[in-house]
């Protein structure tokens, strides 16, 4: 079974969610989108930011998501 992550633009990286649920992908369309692991047909969760999305952290706690990229900001969502 693959998991196909899709963006309308490059994802610039993947990362494993603390609860090895989700694999959370980061692009240059400005998404962070949350892809389920165990349900791969379910529609993933995404938050958007002002610019181009280069990687994210998630809390040692698993609650927030920090994402930044190329407008110089971090920006905190809660998860």
Known sequence: ???ELFHDKDI??????KNKKFVISTS???AVKF???ENIKTAPVVF???DVV???IQSPNGNFL???GRSN???FFTI
Do not use: H, P, Q, R
């Open 73 to 75: 900001n971090g920006v």
């Open 48 to 50: 958007y930011n002002d």
């Open 12 to 17: 610039t990286s993947c990362n494993l969610s």
């Open 66 to 68: 920090l994402s930044f």
């Open 54 to 56: 280069e990687n994210s």
């Open 35 to 37: 892809w389920n692991i």
């Open 1 to 3: 079974m693959a998991l």
């Open 28 to 30: 240059w369309d400005k």
